[in-house]
């Protein structure tokens, strides 16, 4: 039993020893004066953007080129079943890529059993045999290891028709007059591949949309489509052989293939009267849309199958360099970003072909300049001294056109 006075001496001695304990608890509590921020205001937390846990979803694909059919509105020109192709590759680089095939818009360059120009149906596509950026196994190749989404081209419409349209062919000699009937669906064929893109491509980082010829006239509205589909991603264009057109004579694509209800969103284009619309005006309405889209363009100086549609369309010219250097000029003034390189010569499209890894123009070879484009890197615009002269001679290549 303690004595009162040894009692008070343990409780002293009690208190000494909670008051320290406590003291050391709250010295433990707090951080290191050295440590402590310098504002009273709360630490803001910033933390990456979280990605799906799955980038895609390519359980239906197999290695190599995939054949899928959609169905529903998608149709050829002459009524045959509508299919694009898929090749998967890194899930964060994502490659959409327009076919070219020429274009019609009347009786005589409609009806097959006269020479039709464009191309009717997909019964000899295959991107398998194709060159040029589809040729993976090219060292140098900047879209080697991309996921390719290849929407063919059958409806005669450059990808943004929506129409079907009964021509009469005309009377020649051993060729009898009668009705044509054209299938402009190229808008519900581009939405079909796009679809499959959206539900199975959830994330990517990079995303090149081009085309060559007939593909490369809707290239700029495709990719205000993806980049609409995919904020985050980093989106450029190129489009590949279609600079030279500034309108037809004899035909409008609105009446025809009624290109302006596929274009209807894109505020730019209703400002235009049908009669003074041309396809670059295209680039022009698709910056307004989304100035963050990286706009580029691939053009021969002396490109003969644009002259043979421009004769075709009622509005033949000697030389295509005087038409495209003037569309370069009111794109480049409305995108100051816009990037072109035109090498001389009269070759059509570049993209599919081994020519890709050879041209060279005033010291800059096309596939570096290519690489530079779809990395986002600085680039001048390069155009050709001599442009009655291709840099190399030109090699065929299917799907060129």
């Given at each position: 039993?303690?004595?009162?006075?040894?009692?008070?001496?343990?409780?002293?001695?009690?208190?000494?020893?909670?008051?320290?304990?406590?003291?050391?608890?709250?010295?433990?509590?707090?951080?290191?004066?050295?440590?402590?921020?310098?504002?009273?205001?709360?630490?803001?937390?910033?933390?990456?953007?979280?990605?799906?846990?799955?980038?895609?979803?390519?359980?239906?694909?197999?290695?190599?080129?995939?054949?899928?059919?959609?169905?529903?509105?998608?149709?050829?020109?002459?009524?045959?079943?509508?299919?694009?192709?898929?090749?998967?590759?890194?899930?964060?680089?994502?490659?959409?890529?327009?076919?070219?095939?020429?274009?019609?818009?009347?009786?005589?360059?409609?009806?097959?059993?006269?020479?039709?120009?464009?191309?009717?149906?997909?019964?000899?596509?295959?991107?398998?045999?194709?060159?040029?950026?589809?040729?993976?196994?090219?060292?140098?190749?900047?879209?080697?290891?991309?996921?390719?989404?290849?929407?063919?081209?059958?409806?005669?419409?450059?990808?943004?028709?929506?129409?079907?349209?009964?021509?009469?062919?005309?009377?020649?000699?051993?060729?009898?007059?009668?009705?044509?009937?054209?299938?402009?669906?190229?808008?519900?064929?581009?939405?079909?591949?796009?679809?499959?893109?959206?539900?199975?491509?959830?994330?990517?980082e990079q995303i090149f949309v081009t085309g060559?010829?007939?593909?490369?006239?809707?290239?700029?509205?495709?990719?205000?489509?993806?980049?609409?589909?995919?904020?985050?991603?980093?989106?450029?264009?190129?489009?590949?052989?279609?600079?030279?057109?500034?309108?037809?004579?004899?035909?409008?694509?609105y009446d025809i293939w009624h290109t302006d209800?596929?274009?209807?969103?894109?505020?730019?284009?209703?400002?235009?009267?049908?009669?003074?619309?041309?396809?670059?005006?295209?680039?022009?309405?698709?910056?307004?849309?989304?100035?963050?889209?990286?706009?580029?363009?691939?053009?021969?100086?002396?490109?003969?199958?644009?002259?043979?549609?421009?004769?075709?369309?009622?509005?033949?010219?000697?030389?295509?360099?005087?038409?495209?250097?003037?569309?370069?000029?009111?794109?480049?003034?409305?995108?100051?970003?816009?990037?072109?390189?035109?090498?001389?010569?009269?070759?059509?499209?570049?993209?599919?072909?081994?020519?890709?890894?050879?041209?060279?123009?005033?010291?800059?070879?096309?596939?570096?300049?290519?690489?530079?484009?779809?990395?986002?890197?600085?680039?001048?615009?390069?155009?050709?001294?001599?442009?009655?002269?291709?840099?190399?001679?030109?090699?065929?290549?299917?799907?060129?056109?």
């Open positions: 039993m303690l004595k009162q006075n040894d009692k008070k001496a343990a409780s002293g001695v009690g208190s000494l020893l909670l008051v320290a304990v406590l003291a050391l608890l709250v010295a433990c509590g707090q951080p290191d004066p050295a440590d402590a921020p310098t504002s009273t205001a709360s630490p803001e937390v910033i933390s990456a953007p979280a990605l799906p846990a799955v980038l895609a979803d390519f359980s239906d694909l197999t290695p190599g080129w995939n054949t899928l059919l959609p169905g529903g509105d998608t149709q050829c020109s002459d009524g045959s079943e509508y299919k694009f192709f898929v090749k998967q590759g890194d899930p964060q680089k994502l490659m959409f890529y327009l076919e070219g095939g020429g274009a019609c818009w009347d009786g005589a360059n409609c009806d097959t059993d006269l020479r039709p120009s464009y191309q009717v149906n997909l019964a000899n596509t295959d991107p398998s045999r194709a060159h040029g950026i589809l040729a993976f196994d090219q060292m140098t190749n900047p879209f080697a290891d991309y996921t390719v989404v290849y929407a063919p081209y059958c409806s005669g419409d450059v990808h943004l028709g929506d129409s079907e349209q009964h021509h009469d062919a005309p009377a020649l000699e051993g060729h009898a007059s009668h009705p044509v009937h054209v299938r402009h669906r190229g808008w519900a064929n581009g939405q079909a591949a796009m679809a499959w893109t959206f539900a199975h491509v959830f994330a990517p060559s010829s007939a593909g490369s006239i809707p290239s700029p509205f495709y990719a205000v489509k993806l980049a609409e589909q995919y904020p985050a991603a980093a989106v450029t264009q190129l489009g590949d052989a279609s600079g030279g057109y500034r309108g037809f004579a004899n035909f409008n694509p209800r596929v274009v209807a969103d894109l505020t730019h284009i209703s400002t235009i009267p049908a009669d003074q619309f041309s396809f670059h005006h295209l680039y022009i309405a698709a910056v307004q849309e989304n100035p963050n889209i990286r706009f580029a363009s691939y053009d021969n100086a002396e490109d003969d199958v644009q002259k043979q549609f421009l004769a075709l369309g009622g509005m033949p010219v000697d030389s295509l360099k005087p038409l495209l250097e003037q569309n370069l000029a009111e794109i480049s003034t409305a995108i100051p970003g816009f990037r072109y390189y035109v090498a001389g010569g009269a070759m059509h499209t570049i993209l599919l072909r081994p020519d890709v890894y050879t041209y060279e123009v005033n010291g800059t070879k096309f596939v570096d300049w290519l690489a530079g484009l779809a990395a986002g890197a600085p680039l001048y615009n390069v155009m050709c001294d001599d442009c009655s002269v291709a840099p190399t001679a030109p090699t065929a290549a299917s799907g060129a056109q």
